[in-house]
């Protein structure tokens, strides 16, 4: 795990319109490595079956797409909406399921792909959701694990990497919608 701390007057990068950052948590070289290394972990994993690999958005676009291309083995991809978070940096609590996948969930080895695990209560109501599908397996693949939540009644199976306990964005993870295109993962100021 690559964590690489920038002075704020040493880092301007255009993309956070003037916002200023604490520091870069996971550089570009670092997580490339760690997606292709899960890749390779899930790939061993599930060496045969009808797996499905479910993107939770928003969030995990950018992990999902980095991931599935490093998994040498057939599989499909389907996704979900769940909403808890809004404008704020805190999550609501209240986890909403905007969009349920279309794709039949029944018998299937499904691996729900997250871009973090904070509070766990996304988690928690969605595994609890998917899990009434009845699928064969059910593991979870999070890019980032802060290893605070409590409640959490799920373990994940594949971690990307141990995350600070920070408010972080970049590769996906946003505030209010901003700074997914980062290809880097920075705490902001």
């Known amino acids: 795990m690559t964590n690489i701390v920038r002075p704020r007057e040493t880092f ?27 890749g390779k972990e899930i790939t061993g994993a599930y060496p045969d079956g009808d797996l499905l690999v479910l993107g939770l958005l928003k ?3 950018i992990f999902l797409s980095d991931l599935v291309r490093q998994i040498t083995r057939p ?51 969605l595994m609890s959701i998917l899990k009434e599908r009845n699928p064969r397996s059910l ?7 802060k290893r605070i939540a409590a409640g959490l009644k799920y373990d994940a199976r594949f971690v990307g990497f141990d995350a600070p306990n920070e408010f972080l964005v970049g590769y996906g993870l ?16």
């Open 139 to 145: 593991e979870i693949c999070a890019l980032l694990h």
């Open 12 to 38: 301007a990068d255009p993309r956070l319109s003037g916002r200023a950052v604490k520091r870069i948590a996971f550089d570009e070289a670092a997580i490339a490595k760690r997606v292709s290394e899960l």
């Open 75 to 125: 599989l499909q991809v389907d996704f979900l909406v769940a909403a808890s978070y809004g404008d704020g940096m805190v999550s609501s609590g209240t986890v909403n399921l905007v969009y349920d996948p279309e794709t039949e969930l029944e018998a299937r080895d499904i691996l729900l792909v997250e871009d973090i695990v904070d509070s766990g209560r996304t988690l928690n109501r």
């Open 59 to 61: 969030g995990s676009f």
């Open 174 to 189: 946003d505030h209010a919608e901003n700074f997914r295109h980062l290809p880097y993962i920075a705490s902001l100021q």
